[in-house]
């Protein structure tokens, strides 16, 4: 029994490694890319933090957004929506989406675009019956933390992708 599963679990390693399956790599930042500092419109942004930290994780140096020589990811604006998407029969909204928009850059010092200004859109449906406003609100509020989430590590698969196009446009 022991063996059937140990030659199962080999045949499907086995299966992706030669299918060209691999784990994505974690983003790491060049070393010429100097102090990041990340601003936003919003002080508080929780996006913004989220993004300070994961990018310091990636081996930013963090920086305040007034200091001169640092590469700046600039969240320029941060967008919420709930859009009723069906009724019932009294007309009053029974299911939502939930839409999230963020258009943001990332400048180097010198002022040239590395990221150059783009917007990422995320959505979830979810259903509120209108007798349930207590339970509506706690899956609101688990939906938002999860799209700041998935926002977060979208803008930094964007970040990836540009760093390792503009490494591989460098390279001999």
């Known amino acids: 029994m022991k063996t059937t599963r140990f030659a199962l679990a080999f ?3 086995a299966a992706l490694s030669g299918c060209g399956f691999h784990l994505r790599n974690a983003l790491v930042l060049p070393t010429d890319l100097g102090p990041v500092a990340v601003t936003a419109r919003d002080a508080y942004s929780p996006l913004a933090d989220s993004l300070a930290r ?3 994780t ?3 140096t963090p920086a305040e957004a007034s200091a001169e020589g640092a590469t700046t990811l600039e969240i ?3 967008k919420w929506a709930d859009l009723p998407i069906s ?3 009294q007309g009053r909204a029974q299911e939502y989406s939930l839409r999230y928009a963020v258009v943001f850059r990332l400048r180097k010092a010198d002022d040239s675009m590395i990221v150059p200004q783009q917007a990422v859109e995320l959505s979830r449906d979810y259903i509120a019956p209108p007798s349930d406003t207590i339970g509506r609100n706690s899956e609101r509020e688990l939906l938002v933390t999860e799209m700041r989430r998935d926002m977060n590590a979208a803008i930094l698969r964007r ?3 540009a760093l390792r196009a503009s490494g591989a446009a460098k390279a001999p």
């Open 11 to 13: 045949l499907l390693v």
């Open 54 to 56: 994961a990018l310091e």
């Open 58 to 60: 990636a081996g930013a």
């Open 76 to 78: 320029l604006s941060e």
């Open 87 to 89: 009724v019932d029969t």
């Open 159 to 161: 970040i990836d992708a």
